[in-house]
């Protein structure tokens, strides 16, 4: 099996900064895209940031130019820098990554459990 385990999230005020960590463990052949998803409260899940495994990027608007996302392919890490952070930041975020599984050999995404930012005003 595959387990993905986030860190960081927390309490801020409005302004601050949070870095987020996702490490992924278990039977790992190779990590294609990884990213970040969050859910708001009363809110449907979105995607906030993904990330190749070549590196390329892409985010979604409302983060664009606040968040930077990152990875250490060597460590199976996935990293959420969030600077100049909103209330409406206020989510569980989720570590995702689409991996290529070392026993069944096929592409399967897999989740981690999350962590709570909050972001207070």
């Known amino acids: 099996q595959v387990q993905l385990v986030e860190s960081g999230g927390g309490l801020v005020q409005a302004g601050g900064s949070l870095r987020l960590s996702c490490t992924a463990s278990g039977s790992i052949l190779r990590i294609n895209a990884m990213g970040w998803y969050r859910q708001a409260p009363g809110k449907q899940r979105e995607l906030a940031a993904t990330?190749?495994?070549?590196?390329?990027?892409n985010y979604v608007d409302s983060v664009k130019g606040r968040f930077a996302i990152s990875r250490d392919n060597a460590k199976n890490t996935v990293y959420l820098q969030m600077n100049s952070l909103k209330p409406e930041d206020t989510a569980i975020y989720y570590c995702?990554?689409?991996?290529?599984?070392?026993?069944?050999?096929?592409?399967?995404?897999?989740w981690g459990k999350g962590t709570l930012v909050t972001v207070s005003s």
């Open positions: 995702n990554a689409d991996v290529l599984h070392g026993v069944t050999l096929r592409n399967r995404d897999f």
């Open positions: 990330i190749t495994n070549d590196g390329s990027t």
